[in-house]
């Protein structure tokens, strides 16, 4: 399946119980549901096990399969479809994992197709603990930066920031020297583009006085 040798310590490592199965009725079964259900391209088919190994152990009926129509009907479909890239969101369970975070992004006033479309844009969300994630996060947006929830919709990519590495280092910047930025600005640009950013708003600030 094109999956080099130097990938297979850590795939037996987090799984060792693939050492004794059997790969007719374990392992092919699995790589035929991500080929021909999931449409992964054949040669993507290593990226999306180095990247979740936890693929080849996982339940198809139970688990995998109800995950993968779920995702569907939540609008992981034709551009947005589900590839290499984004086949850890198979393991999930819909109930346990995926749900709770939906209701939580629902419980701050979002539509369904509002949080739909926030997790289709930014898919780690679903794999974000709710309380040691989403909620320290959004409580900071509100209490601390001011901000309004409006702008998760447009920037659900906040939530994959670090609190204490970046996003409050961030603020406290602005802050200090009086200026805001949109999240997406603030955010996404690297430590020097922002300190450059930073003293650009300090000298136009200046030139307006």
């Not at 021909?36 to 054949?42: L, R």
Request: net charge positive.
């Amino acid at each position: 399946m094109g999956i080099e040798r130097s990938a297979y310590g850590k795939i037996f490592d987090m799984h060792p119980q693939l050492l004794t199965c059997d790969p007719y009725i374990d392992l092919y079964p699995v790589f035929d549901f991500l080929l021909n259900e999931v449409k992964i391209p054949f040669l993507d088919i290593r990226n999306a096990v180095v990247r979740c190994p936890r693929l080849l152990v996982c339940d198809i009926d139970n688990k995998m399969r109800p995950t993968f129509c779920f995702l569907k009907n939540l609008g992981f479909v034709m551009t947005n479809a589900i590839s290499y890239q984004t086949t850890l969101l198979l393991v999930l369970s819909v109930e346990v994992t995926i749900i709770p975070k939906l209701d939580y992004l629902m419980s701050l006033r979002f539509e369904y197709d509002e949080v739909a479309k926030m997790v289709v844009r930014s898919p780690a969300l679903l794999t974000y603990s709710v309380a040691n994630n989403l909620m320290p996060k959004v409580e900071y947006l509100l209490n601390v930066m001011d901000r309004d929830l409006g702008e998760l919709k447009g920037f659900p990519q906040y939530f994959s920031f670090s609190l204490e590495g970046k996003i409050k280092p961030r603020h406290r910047l602005l802050v200090k020297h009086g200026l805001t930025m949109p999240l997406p600005e603030m955010l996404k640009i690297s430590d020097g583009e922002f300190n450059d950013r930073l003293i650009e708003m300090k000298l136009r600030l200046l030139s307006r006085r």
